[in-house]
């Protein structure tokens, strides 16, 4: 059973920063793409960075480009992402998800398994 368990998230001030993790456990896909999408409040889920398992591919939503780092540490099954230069607007429930689907990861309805979210908050 995929097991993806987040942490990291909490309330920062604008303008600062924060790193977020996701572990994850229990797949045996030869190849994945993992990343993270969020909601903001009243707001549809959206996706903000992916990366591939097999030669480190990685998207960004536009909105973080520049500001927001994904990486990963293989030997942990572990995935971050470095958020800097944080802003109103980047206040969300933060979930990570992974696919089977390599190249589709960044498409919510390609997800095959979804975490329970942390939530970042970032104060003006």
């Known amino acids: 059973q995929v097991q993806l368990v987040e942490s990291g998230g909490g309330l920062v001030q604008h303008g600062g920063s924060l790193r977020l993790s996701c572990a994850a456990s229990?797949?045996?896909?030869?190849?994945?793409?993992i990343g993270w999408f969020r909601q903001a409040p009243g707001k549809e889920r959206e996706g903000v960075s992916c990366?591939?398992?097999?030669?480190?591919?990685?998207v960004y939503a536009d909105s973080v480009k520049g500001r927001f780092t994904i990486s990963r540490d293989n030997a942990k099954n572990t995935i971050y992402l470095q958020m800097n230069s944080l802003k109103s607007e980047d206040t969300a429930v933060y979930y990570c998800?992974?696919?089977?689907?390599?190249?589709?990861?960044?498409?919510?309805?390609?997800?095959?398994?979804w975490g329970k979210g942390t939530l970042v908050t970032v104060s003006s």
């Open positions: 229990g797949f045996t896909w030869d190849s994945y793409g």
């Open positions: 990366i591939s398992s097999s030669d480190g591919a990685t």
């Open positions: 998800a992974i696919t089977s689907r390599e190249r589709l990861c960044f498409r919510d309805y390609a997800m095959d398994v």
